[in-house]
């Protein structure tokens, strides 16, 4: 197709159709860069290399077993660690933050609110109440707003209105409740600096304590808060790939997680007036291209938009041949996972690219700092500036299209209570199923896609099929969602792959083995079906046959979120280990006495098969130990 | 025979060729996650030294042609291959006595600090066939493999 590939040693991908997109692109991807990048520093693996101060960088070797300043192993690995939850935490918070703060302002200027069975719920959990729906809204995004900016030393409300009491109670046991979310977060950095904490131990409980805040409010809090504004998830089909692309209409490609800044836009993109001036310039109107996990919500919620997203085209590394279709006309985002490879992409085919927070400027875009008073001003000047792009850019671009890529008809919208909607309106089928062991346990697959263990989504699509295939249900959340989703596992279909029994229920339902709560932010409704499922049957998260596998974790907000799998005492499986293994103490802590602490261990397993095995002989286990 | 040849303008001082040796040497197999960094069973069998300008010495055993190391050794514990041209020990001939260690030009002969019976050095990664692991990870090029008259 293309007479000069850029050069065909490209990573694998579980997506075969895109693998061979990629090596045949004549644009250098992350996938063509993995083999340079090969050679790996082992003292970076194992998380034993600090350049914490001008001493360093200190690396551990049986020669030098302590840096300069007598950190040892355990020190350099721990504080590593925490640096990097403290961080990924901070991600989290940051866009907790500003969702409740474009709810809080929606909310005085009488804006829509989309999901007000939302806003009742969460009034309900809050103990809050207001005189109408607004003063409603207002009072939930105050309340969670004050709890972020409380200082580290005061602890945070909702929390124990929000946990599972069981867990409230471990939690408080063992000192373990959060300050302040963003307080925290500070404390965390403060504390790993140089030459102050050098407990170990002391340490990882705080990567727990971070874990709570990052659950509870970066993933669980965000997912409500923007139900209420944007309207909660629906069950659906929907289409996914490179096949959502369509080159007739200004395609604008999507990346991030803070959903709540586009809704202005969102809105003005199909306004008449807007369209009207798309087809001045030979286009049929506009169309949001999803891509990473703000693409993932946008399908969650996509019933509410059936009319702007054209559906979830790929994860995060997928963003550059999604781009490279040419096909693409400007490149909005607002956070992670943006990659500063798809500059070169962007430049090389005059994609337009705009960014409505700092946080995640990119070199090559012009920022428009989302404010929500200038909302309106923005949405205009955006629109100008990506009709301009299309107009200048569509003449000289060569479309490089694969219109067959992806599935048609994939189940989506499956949330915390549009499943249980679906069940009935109560978890109780779910659980009859899991006692008769139909369905012999739950996994939840989450997190990001990485090109490593495997390459993309390898390890990830190989797990999913493992598990379904051992009966085992699989929920997804994060931009593993959209390479499982692109591989087919998410059409009803798929339930030929699932083991006899789950196959069964599968059929039955008109299901697909593997359902998609959405974005990352998601894991967060997953841990609320874990929840409900434990007080449903009355027992506490860790007795759940129910397990955890961030397969291909990326990057440090994966290691938050996982700090709150450990928190709520779930089997966390890796498929790499987060640079914890120069430390024994770190394993030890993380991979066994966690068992004592909280219920919840670290497994680490790059291979499919054994990694299932593991998961199987927990959810094994489980089920013995509840008598099932 | 073969020779690790060093080009040391282009070492940076990474030690990824510490790291491989170990792990190439380590008594149990796994990956580089799990090599133990601490254990000195695990110490390489060469040396990256600091140069005091901002560069960097790679030292490793130059299998020489004519081995001092072999040279002073009594019990036969060290001889040159005569297929390879390696110089190659055997740990049950050593008699402990440390003179290889005295001997070496280049200080690339260590006594092991566990046992302090033995002696570690290097084997050209002699169990596997694709050479020496240090030379397979130098990001740098910094050292390389190259056939040269013995
Ligand atoms: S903090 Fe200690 S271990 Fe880290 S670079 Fe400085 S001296 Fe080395
Ligand atoms: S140990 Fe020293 S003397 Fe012996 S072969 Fe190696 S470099 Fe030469
Ligand atoms: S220590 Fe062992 S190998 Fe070295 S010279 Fe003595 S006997 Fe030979
Ligand atoms: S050739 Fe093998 S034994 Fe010799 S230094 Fe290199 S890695 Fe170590
Ligand atoms: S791997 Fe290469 S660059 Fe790094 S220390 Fe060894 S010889 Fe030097």
């Known amino acids: ?628 | 025979m073969k020779r690790i040849i060093i080009d040391q303008e282009k070492c940076d001082g990474c030690k990824n060729c510490t790291v491989a040796c170990m792990q190439a040497h380590r008594a149990t197999p796994g990956t580089v996650y799990d090599l133990d960094l601490l254990d000195p069973k695990n110490e390489a069998r060469h040396t990256i030294v600091a140069n005091g300008k901002g560069g960097y010495f790679p030292i490793f055993c130059r299998h020489c042609s004519v081995p001092d190391c072999v040279g002073a050794c009594m019990s036969g514990a060290l001889c040159k291959d005569p297929v390879s041209g390696h110089v190659q020990y055997d740990e049950s001939r050593c008699g402990t006595c440390f003179m290889c260690v005295m001997s070496c030009p280049y200080g690339n002969v260590k006594p092991d600090k566990v046992t302090h019976k033995r002696i570690l050095k290097c084997d050209f990664c002699k169990d596997d066939t694709e050479g020496p692991n240090c030379v397979r990870v130098c990001p740098k090029k910094a050292i390389h493999v190259e056939e040269v008259s013995a």
């Not at chain 1, 991030?256 to 969102?266: D, E, R, W, Y």
Request: charged share 20%; with cysteine.
């Open chain 1, 1 to 628: 197709m293309n007479e000069s590939c850029y050069g065909c040693s490209t990573c694998a991908s579980a997506d075969k159709p895109l693998e061979g997109f990629i090596a045949k692109l004549p644009m250098e991807t992350s996938h063509h860069r993995v083999e340079s990048q090969e050679t790996k520093c082992g003292f970076g693996l194992q998380g034993v290399c600090c350049r914490l101060c001008a001493n360093g960088p200190c690396r551990i070797t049986p020669e030098s077993p302590r840096g300069i300043c007598g950190a040892t192993a355990d020190v350099m690995v721990t504080r590593n660690l925490l640096r990097a939850v403290a961080a990924g935490s901070g991600c989290y918070i940051h866009v907790v933050e500003n969702t409740a703060l474009n709810l809080k302002n929606t909310a005085l200027e009488k804006g829509k609110l989309k999901g007000l069975g939302a806003l009742e719920r969460l009034c309900k959990t809050f103990g809050v109440s207001g005189k109408d729906d607004h003063e409603k809204a207002l009072n939930v995004a105050n309340a969670v707003l004050e709890d972020l900016y409380k200082p580290e030393y005061v602890k945070m409300d909702l929390v124990e209105k929000m946990a599972y009491p069981p867990r409230f109670k471990v939690w408080k046991e063992l000192g373990i409740l959060p300050g302040g979310a963003k307080s925290e977060v500070f404390k965390g950095v403060v504390k790993c600096s140089t030459n102050l904490n050098s407990d170990p131990v002391n340490m990882l409980i705080d990567c727990l304590r971070l874990g709570i805040s990052t659950g509870i409010y970066g993933l669980t809090l965000t997912n409500l808060l923007n139900d209420v504004l944007l309207g909660e998830p629906e069950i659906r089909m929907a289409p996914v790939g490179l096949r959502v692309i369509d080159p007739d209409y200004i395609n604008i490609m999507i990346t991030g997680h803070q959903h709540t800044m586009f809704v202005h836009l969102q809105e003005r993109l199909i306004a008449p007036d807007v369209v009207a001036k798309a087809k001045a310039v030979g286009a049929k109107g506009f169309k949001l291209v999803g891509c990473t996990c703000v693409g993932q919500d946008l399908q969650l919620r996509g019933a509410h938009y059936t009319e702007i997203f054209n559906g979830h085209a790929g994860n995060n590394y997928t963003s550059e041949a999604i781009l490279a279709t040419g096909a693409i006309d400007a490149v909005l985002s607002e956070f992670n996972c943006t990659l500063p490879g798809i500059e070169t992409v962007c430049d090389t085919l005059s994609i337009k690219q705009i960014c409505i927070d700092d946080v995640a400027k990119k070199a090559n875009a012009e920022l428009k700092q989302f404010v929500f008073a200038e909302r309106g001003k923005h949405s205009e000047e955006i629109i100008d500036a990506i009709i301009a792009s299309y107009k200048e850019r569509r003449p000289k671009v060569k479309l490089n299209l694969l219109p067959e890529h992806g599935y048609e008809n994939n189940l989506t919208g499956v949330s915390e209570v549009s499943l249980k909607k679906f069940l009935g309106g109560n978890w109780k089928p779910l659980v009859d199923l899991i006692v008769s062991g139909d369905i012999k346990g739950v996994a939840g697959v989450v997190g990001c896609s990485s090109l490593v263990a495997g390459g993309h989504d390898v390890l990830t699509v190989a797990l999913v099929k493992e598990l379904i295939a051992r009966d085992i249900i699989v929920l997804t959340a994060g931009c593993s969602s959209g390479g499982i989703e692109n591989c087919g596992l998410m059409v009803p279909e798929a339930a030929e792959l699932a083991g006899p029994k789950l196959k069964a229920v599968c059929k039955k339902l008109g299901i697909p083995p593997v359902l998609n709560f959405g974005p990352c932010l998601a894991i967060g409704r997953l841990e609320i079906v874990a929840t409900e499922l434990a007080e449903t049957i009355g027992i506490d998260i860790p007795q759940l046959p129910l397990v955890l596998s961030a397969a291909q974790w990326l990057e440090e907000q994966a290691l938050a979120d996982g700090c709150f799998g450990l928190a709520l005492g779930l089997p966390l499986h890796l498929g790499l280990p987060p640079f914890i293994t120069g430390s024994k103490v770190a394993t030890q802590v993380l991979t066994e006495d966690m068992k004592s602490l909280t219920g919840g261990q670290v497994i680490i397993n790059a291979d499919a098969k054994e990694s299932a095995d593991l998961l199987e002989k927990i959810i094994q286990e489980k089920r013995r130990a509840l008598k099932i």
